[in-house]
């Protein structure tokens, strides 16, 4: 997945398509391109790097034009080089496009415009874009319907956009199954993958749905239908988030920034109206079979709902990662799947809820994404309300995500009756209380976590354990420090750890175990059994619990306390603190925290 831009104004759009592409580059940042329409035709200027470097080294700001298109790259098809960075021309130089997504027949596009003596630079499947639209222009055919007829002829999955020599006061659009705005201005007009593309310009938007196509020029635009032409009226959307919530506001960070915004996230969870939350729980609870699906931290954040559901409304509501989803389970007619996902553009989340409408399965999402092609395409959905989350990494949205399911589960414990409602109200009390907890918690202990963070960054193998809902806060933790910090770490249940990989410990691998408080006894015996196995061959444990005797114990070589909270939500605590250490660990290691390698914000393909 890539983000894409484009710019039409009576001004000069250069800074402004340069700051697009720059807010959009947590969607993928291995290199970039600009291309500005002057009186030659499109000037493209493109390289490998990070935007700023790019911008500086192509000197982005010299450009000149009123209409211009830009991309910034996550590398699906051809390596990271300058050739393979877009925006892409035809052969004679008179078009250029930049297209997010993936086109599954572009070999046999390739050949079949190679044969007709077209010239290729690029290893790319989105080059073929624009010598198609060259092909069909050579017959004679209008720019616009030769927009079109080539966007009919590429499968896969498409947000793509033009700009041409002879138009030189549109850009043209489309899109399938990758996501496309535009953003009305005055004077001027925006496309983006996203709101962050235009959210510094304007708050009007108009979210393109999937088989249509526009012409945006400064005054106005137009949606059509890709297969007839025929027009759509779309509806203006105004965008509550502000260009002040997408910068970084003091911190160094957009990962710190926004794992201290949690105490505002977790209050906007909580503020979700009771009937969204009482109309998922009653579709929870009167399906044959519920799916709780997301994949990465959002399939974390599903799994700890699975607990949660189990603990507070003892119903069985299995969370299966979305990219096994369709090969493992068996959904049919009278299920619910619940998705969770911050983008709301997840290939693997898509790809099972497409199947689900196919089914005729009921389908409901908890997103943070305004817009987005999830929070369209179910049935229900809860917007999670959580603000534009910039770093790569999730840290605000999952837990909000998470808060959103542990409402789900009260509520429908109400219903099975495994609650009454005033022990319902007793817990909505406990998790009303966490914002304040979460913010002592940043105030007070994270120095402490940052000197544990010091202390052990060396480490370069780890284990993560827990038990109960501790289990898929260990998985999210090693997730955190895989992404942001490149240390090898291992998520699994601390009662696993016993059947085989015990084998590994030794002096140098660490163990870091998330222990409950003794008053869950049971978890807490079960999980210092680990600890104590751990020791016993001569293994490391660095503790993350709540206890102040047990902040004496031998058993562990390194800790962090946490502050008491009951056990509704000790784990959100423990959450919040494996968030903060992963941050520390990576800034300690001098990791590039908000655009870790290799990574990107939404992986919208398969
Ligand atoms: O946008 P989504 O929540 O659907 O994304 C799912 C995963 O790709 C995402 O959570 C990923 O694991 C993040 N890098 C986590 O930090």
């Not at 080089?81 to 877009?86: C, G, I, Q, S």
């Not at 002879?166 to 043209?172: A, L, N, R, S, V």
């Not at 939350?277 to 009167?286: E, F, G, H, T, W």
């Not at 408080?517 to 079960?526: D, R, T």
């Amino acid at each position: 997945m890539c983000g894409i831009s484009g710019i039409i104004s009576n001004a000069n759009i250069a800074k402004k398509l340069l700051d697009s592409i720059q807010n959009l580059e947590y969607r993928g940042y291995d290199s970039c391109g600009m291309a500005i329409l002057n009186s030659h035709g499109p000037i493209i200027r493109k390289n490998i790097g990070h935007v700023a470097d790019v911008a500086e080294k192509e000197l982005f700001l010299s450009m000149n034009g009123n209409t211009g298109i830009a991309h910034t790259r996550w590398a699906t098809h051809g390596g990271v080089t300058p050739v393979n960075a877009h925006p892409h021309a035809n052969c004679d130089g008179s078009i250029a496009v930049v297209h997010n997504g993936i086109i599954s027949n572009y070999v046999k596009l390739r050949e079949m415009l190679t044969k007709k003596r077209h010239t290729f630079l690029s290893e790319t499947d989105s080059e073929v874009i624009p010598h198609l639209i060259e092909e069909y222009r050579k017959g004679g055919m209008p720019l616009e319907s030769a927009f079109v007829a080539a966007l009919k002829d590429i499968e896969g999955s498409y947000a793509v956009a033009m700009v041409a020599y002879e138009k030189p006061w549109k850009i043209f659009c489309g899109k399938h199954e990758s996501p496309l705005i535009i953003g009305l201005g005055k004077n001027e007009n925006y496309i983006g993958s996203d709101f962050n593309a235009f959210i510094e310009f304007t708050k009007e938007a108009v979210v393109m749905d999937d088989g249509e196509y526009a012409i945006v020029s400064n005054e106005g635009y137009a949606v059509k239908k890709i297969v007839n032409g025929a027009p759509v009226l779309k509806k203006v959307m105004h965008v509550e988030w502000d260009a002040e919530m997408s910068k970084k506001g003091g911190f160094p960070h957009y990962m710190l920034k926004e794992i201290y915004e949690q105490p505002e996230t977790v209050k906007k969870a909580l503020s979700i109206s009771d009937a969204s939350i009482q109309m998922l729980a009653q579709n929870v609870v009167s399906a044959e079979r519920t799916y709780l699906t997301g994949v990465g931290t959002t399939f974390y954040a599903a799994q700890l709902g699975q607990y949660y559901f189990a603990s507070e409304a003892g119903i069985n509501v299995p969370a299966v990662s979305s990219d096994e989803f369709l090969e493992n389970s068996a959904m049919a007619k009278g299920d619910f799947v619940l998705a969770v996902s911050q983008s709301g553009e997840t290939y693997d989340t898509l790809r099972v809820l497409r199947e689900a409408k196919n089914r005729k399965i009921r389908t409901a999402a908890i997103v943070n994404v305004i817009g987005s092609t999830m929070a369209r395409l179910v049935d229900d959905v809860v917007m999670q309300g959580s603000g534009p989350e910039i770093c790569v990494i999730s840290t605000k949205a999952a837990l909000a995500q998470v808060i959103i399911l542990i409402r789900t589960a009260l509520e429908a414990g109400v219903i099975t009756g495994k609650l009454r409602v005033s022990e319902k109200k007793q817990k909505i009390k406990q998790l009303e209380a966490l914002p304040q907890q979460i913010s002592d918690f940043l105030n007070e202990h994270s120095g402490f976590v940052h000197n544990l963070a010091e202390r052990q960054a060396h480490h370069h193998n780890w284990l993560f354990l827990g038990r109960g809902k501790y289990y898929p806060i260990a998985l999210e933790a090693a997730l955190k420090v895989k992404e942001v910090a490149y240390l090898h770490a291992e998520g699994m249940p601390a009662g696993f750890l016993k059947h085989g990989t015990i084998a590994l410990i030794d002096d140098n691998l660490r163990s870091l175990v998330f222990i409950p408080s003794e008053k869950e006894e049971a978890l807490y015996k079960m999980t210092m059994s680990a600890v104590e196995e751990i020791n016993a061959r001569g293994g490391k444990v660095i503790g993350i619990h709540s206890s102040k005797t047990f902040a004496k114990s031998k058993l562990l070589a390194d800790q962090l306390l946490l502050p008491p909270a009951p056990p509704l939500v000790m784990p959100l605590m423990a959450l919040v603190a494996s968030q903060l250490f992963s941050y520390f660990l990576a800034t300690t290691l001098d990791r590039n925290v908000d655009k870790p390698r290799a990574l990107a914000k939404s992986v919208t393909v398969a």
